[in-house]
């Protein structure tokens, strides 16, 4: 049976953010809706998997393992959704083990009071991390880890604090003592500027995986998936993607990321007045225009 527990915000430790009981159904949908070559989800799970079967029995001076999983790519191509997919995936592969997926919130650790970003990091992997991991296997995502493992190298002392340099510092020491004492902890870690993440934080992951954006079939599959997600509420919607007009819509998308393709559905009802008030009467062409008008933004610099 599927557990779904999640610990409210109020409760939870610093720097925590979402403290979910594995396998979790949500997270299960989650993964299925990002449209991506099987090869790259295989990829991952595989990776994620070897990490229990393999870290619990082999030293570390024969495979120097971290359990770190960092996926760098574009915003809005699915990294954040994948990661926490990825848990429940690996929850439901390795049955009868409780499981957790720790969420952290980079932002509530970092501070400008002198000292106190570096304590908070060094707390939250010591001490809440820990204890998690003490009791049984886990996996804690570490969103936007460029703001946690800041590359020091590109910092300036003018500029930057140095409490964010030490903070590099600090996780680098926890991710080896903690790879040290738990081989049944990973962490996966997202972020959109592999440039700004520290070298010494990229040499420690076992995985560096590139998610890209979507190719043609994944952009008509994503469009599609869309269309028929709003089928249920307005069922015109839904005879759009059997249309031979269909592939022009699928083809303005190429180029854009999955999340701004969802928009463009959006942005299409709000192409016209009579849309919005009634979207049974969007077509192929209110897509097309939405799509065509994201991508000028995109190079325009809009958004
Ligand atoms: N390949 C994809 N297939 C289907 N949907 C996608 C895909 N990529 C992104 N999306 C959609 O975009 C939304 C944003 O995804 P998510 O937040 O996981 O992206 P991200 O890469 O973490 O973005 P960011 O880098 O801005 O944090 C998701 O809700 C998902 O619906
Ligand atoms: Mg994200």
Redesign the pocket.
């Known amino acids: 049976m599927t557990q779904f527990t999640i610990v409210k915000d109020a409760d939870l430790p610093k720097g925590i953010h979402s403290d979910i009981a594995l396998p979790n159904a949500d997270l299960g949908h989650l993964w299925d809706?990002?449209?991506?070559a099987s090869e790259i989800k295989e990829r991952l799970v595989s990776q994620a998997i070897l990490n229990f079967t393999i870290r619990p029995k082999v030293s570390r001076s024969v495979l120097p393992l971290h359990g770190v999983l960092l996926l760098v790519?574009?915003?809005?191509?699915?990294?954040?959704?994948?990661a926490k997919g990825l848990a429940n995936r690996i929850a439901e592969l390795l049955k009868g083990q409780k499981m957790r997926l720790l969420q952290v919130d980079p932002h509530a650790l970092t501070s400008s009071a002198m000292g106190k970003t570096q304590r908070a990091v060094s707390e939250l992997f010591s001490q809440t991390i820990a204890e998690a991991a003490a009791l049984g296997p886990t996996i804690v995502l570490l969103?936007?880890v460029e703001t946690l493992a800041a590359d020091r190298a590109k910092l300036s002392m003018d500029a930057n604090p140095v409490d964010v340099h030490r903070a590099t510092d600090a996780v680098l020491v926890q991710l080896d003592t903690l790879a040290e004492r738990f081989p049944n902890l990973l962490f996966v870690a997202?972020s959109?500027f592999p440039q700004a993440v520290d070298a010494a934080f990229t040499s420690r992951c076992d995985l560096v995986l590139q998610?890209p954006l979507?190719d043609a079939d994944?952009c008509r599959k994503?469009l599609a998936?869309c269309l028929s997600g709003l089928a249920g509420t307005f069922p015109n919607i839904g005879k759009l993607s059997s249309m031979p007009e269909f592939g022009a819509c699928a083809t303005a998308c190429e180029g854009l990321?999955?999340?701004t393709i969802?928009k463009v559905v959006v942005s299409a009802l709000a192409q016209r007045k009579e849309t919005a008030l009634n979207p049974n009467l969007v077509s192929t062409d209110d897509i097309v225009a939405a799509a065509t008008q994201a991508k000028m933004n995109r190079k325009s610099g809009g958004l």
């Open positions: 809706s990002i449209i991506l790519g574009p915003p809005g191509t699915g990294k954040t959704s994948l969103d936007e997202t959109n998610i979507p994944a994503i998936d990321d999955g999340r969802r």
